[in-house]
């Protein structure tokens, strides 16, 4: 899916997370999705066949909310405007839906490819 990432690394040191959070914070509202009343995981690029996958397992009213999100937010942006702070996306709310999915068919495809490569000797 991506690249190496330092946040595992991070999350386990409880006085680091403390340190970077406020900086996390900040990041997560000047890239100015929430604002556009998107959630962290609509940011996910739907290319790759796991992510695609993922998106037909969500449950229905899933699917549902997150092509609303992402109408509403291409429709903000067509007309240059932000949402009403009361209809951006609040941190709270901000969860990840998508991602357990994602790492749920990576595990099913590794042990696939472990199962296929196993060899039986006699």
């Known amino acids: 899916m991506s690249g190496p990432s330092l946040a595992p690394y991070i999350l386990r040191r409880p006085w680091l ?3 970077m959070m406020p900086f ?3 990041y997560a509202n ?5 604002k556009l009343g998107l959630k ?3 940011l ?3 290319e790759s066949m796991t992510v695609q996958l993922a998106l037909k397992r969500l449950p229905p009213k899933e699917q549902y909310d997150r092509v609303f999100r ?4 291409f429709q903000c942006s067509l007309a240059h405007q932000l949402l009403p702070p009361e209809e951006q996306m609040k941190p ?5 839906y998508i991602k357990p999915l994602i790492e749920a068919i990576e595990a099913e495809e590794k042990e696939r ?3 296929e490569s196993l060899s039986i000797r006699k």
């Open 17 to 19: 997370k403390k340190w």
């Open 24 to 26: 996390a914070n900040w």
């Open 30 to 34: 000047a890239s100015g999705y929430r």
């Open 40 to 42: 962290a995981d609509d």
């Open 44 to 46: 996910i690029p739907e």
């Open 70 to 73: 992402l109408r509403r937010a």
């Open 92 to 96: 709270e709310d901000d969860r990840p």
């Open 113 to 115: 490819a472990d199962l």
